[in-house]
């Protein structure tokens, strides 16, 4: 199965996502998101991007976080996310070796 990226200029991400090109810079800057190729002359968004928006924008809305608290809110939730899965993943190899010594 082939794996089909999504991009988006600065201009249709900024529609898609409902956020200024201002928010979108400060966005970048503090780490939220990255641009597709950081080198390029031009920014390019893909789709991952513009789904962590859209949290972020949920975030922004819910708990009235500025774009710092929000990166700070999403990082957490993130890492939680990881944790739970190496939980996860732990707790099935210790079931493995409980019930196959």
């Excluded at 991400?13 to 400060?26: K, P, R």
């Excluded at 800057?29 to 789904?51: M, N």
Aim: aromatic share 6%; with cysteine.
């Amino acid at each position: 199965m082939a794996n089909v990226t999504v991009t988006f200029t600065i201009t249709e991400f900024c529609l898609h996502t409902g956020v200024s090109e201002e928010e979108l810079n400060e966005i970048v800057g503090l780490g939220v998101i990255e641009p597709y190729e950081r080198k390029a002359a031009t920014w390019q968004f893909d789709d991952h991007a513009a789904s962590v928006v859209q949290r972020a924008l949920r975030l922004r809305h819910e708990l009235a976080l500025d774009w710092p608290g929000i990166a700070v809110a999403l990082t957490l939730l993130e890492e939680n996310a990881q944790l739970r899965e190496e939980n996860r993943l732990l707790r099935q190899r210790l079931s493995r070796f409980i019930t196959h010594p």
